[in-house]
Structures are given as structure tokens and as C-alpha cells.
């Protein structure tokens, strides 16, 4: 079944609010992330294993081995990869938001957290071979209005905008 962009994000949207509520990350950059690696969720790997984010198996759990394209010395390369099979969308969210909270390699991404810009470019550093990876993720992030989710994940239980959202 083929995703629309539309349904892609309302689905996307509900599984990054919901982790970035424990991580802290911004969840609109969680989607446009998604939505890169994952074509709007439309990728064999998105569809048959759950898993949005490219995230490489390792040693047990439940995997998929799938070509993906890798960046080596710039030029793209096709090599097969095994990638971790989720149960849901949320799980691999949140998985992705726990691989960044515990691993060093993303020290500078946790960060600066609260800056989406700067979360996205740290980040790419270390979770993509691709060198345009990050321009990539904030260009779907600014293209399809994704900022609208970090402010709602700021918002107060009472559902009003802090005051310094002006």
C-alpha cells in the first residue's frame, strides 16, 4: 500500500511526539528524518520491518537484509546491509531517540537538543555516510512546516505556549 505524504506524517507525527515526550528531541526533526530515509514510509524496509530510520541490526533480535546505499570516500555505493525489524512504528521511534540518549557518538547531537538546526547537523555527523544528510532532513523539515510539532511538544500540560515562544 502506497503512503501519501499526508498520511505519512500523521502517523509519523503521533509515533515522534510520543518519544520525544521521554527523549526531549525534536520530534519534527524525527519525521523529516523518517521521511528521508524511509521515501514517506514507502521503502521495503519502512513497510515490511516497522523500521523508518535505516537502523542496522546487530548481533540477535529479529533483522532483514535489504541493499541500502552507502557513502564511501563521497561516491554512493549499493552493499547489502541487515537492518532491525520492529513490531510498530513507535518502537522504532523510540528506538531511535534511545540510541541517541545512550550512545557516545551522539554526545554533540543531545547537546544541542534544543536547537533543531544545529541537533540536525550533529547528528548527521555521525548517523549517515550521505555528506548532504543533514541539508537533506532540514530541507523536508522546512519544506513541509514539521517546526509546527516541536512547538507543540513545548507546549504546558494546560496546552498553552510557553511565554517565551512569544
Known amino acids: 500500500m502506497h503512503m501519501t505524504k499526508e498520511e505519512f506524517i500523521a502517523a509519523a507525527a503521533a509515533a515522534a511526539q510520543a518519544s520525544s515526550a521521554t527523549s526531549g528531541f525534536p520530534p519534527g526533526i524525527a519525521v523529516a528524518q523518517a521521511a528521508l530515509e524511509s521515501a514517506w514510509g514507502n521503502y521495503q524496509l519502512a513497510r515490511v520491518a516497522n523500521n523508518y530510520f535505516g537502523i542496522k541490526a546487530r548481533r540477535g533480535g529479529e533483522a532483514i537484509e535489504?541493499?541500502?546505499?552507502?557513502y564511501v570516500d563521497g561516491a554512493p555505493v549499493r552493499v547489502p546491509a541487515r537492518f532491525v525489524k520492529y513490531a510498530s512504528a513507535a518502537e522504532c521511534f523510540a528506538a531511535r531517540d534511545r540510541m541517541i540518549t545512550l550512545l557516545?557518538?551522539?554526545r554533540e547531537a543531545r547537546a544541542?537538543?534544543?536547537d533543531p538546526e544545529a541537533f540536525t547537523r550533529a547528528l548527521a555527523r555521525r548517523w549517515a555516510t550521505d555528506p548532504g544528510y543533514a541539508e537533506k532532513v532540514l530541507y523536508l523539515y522546512r519544506v513541509h512546516g514539521l517546526d509546527r510539532l516541536d512547538l507543540l511538544s513545548t507546549e504546558t500540560p494546560a496546552g498553552q505556549v510557553p511565554a517565551w515562544h512569544g
Open 112 to 114: 544541542a537538543a534544543g
Open 104 to 106: 557516545s557518538a551522539y
Open 66 to 70: 535489504l541493499p541500502t546505499i552507502e
